[in-house]
């Protein structure tokens, strides 16, 4: 089992930045991490994601260049640092655990075994 606690949501301006937190536990040795989102009325969508073993980062077109993902194993966390928020950006955005070895099949939900509950971005335009 692995737990994923989200934290840093908040209200921001467009323009502005906001530091994602996932605190992890559990079994999490080998497993990579990602980030998505869902905003009201839309289907959950992929943000970001990073491989276990090479630290490989996979990002959505629509954040490419704004959105970075980084991992602390030291501190069990996995962040998702985003500048140049657009009004667009704001949705409950989630964190998740995959047990896959490729970064580029982590753009798919159904790679992922454990989610975290969200937290909401709100950028205010």
């Known amino acids: 089992q692995v737990q994923l606690v989200e934290s840093g949501g908040g209200l921001v301006q467009a323009g502005g930045s906001r530091r994602l937190s996932c605190v992890v536990s559990g079994r999490t040795f080998g497993m990579g991490w990602g980030w998505f989102r869902q905003a009201p009325g839309k289907e959950r969508e992929f943000v970001a994601a990073i491989a276990r073993s090479t630290g490989s980062t996979r990002y959505a077109d629509s954040v490419k260049g704004r959105f970075t993902i980084s991992r602390d194993n030291a501190a069990n966390t996995v962040y998702l640092q985003m500048i140049s928020l657009k009004p667009e950006d704001t949705a409950v955005y989630y964190c998740?655990?995959?047990?896959?070895?490729?970064?580029?099949?982590?753009?798919?939900?159904?790679?992922?075994?454990?989610w975290g509950q969200g937290t909401q971005v709100t950028v205010s335009s």
């Open positions: 998740a655990a995959s047990g896959s070895s490729t970064v580029a099949t982590m753009t798919y939900q159904a790679r992922y075994d454990y």
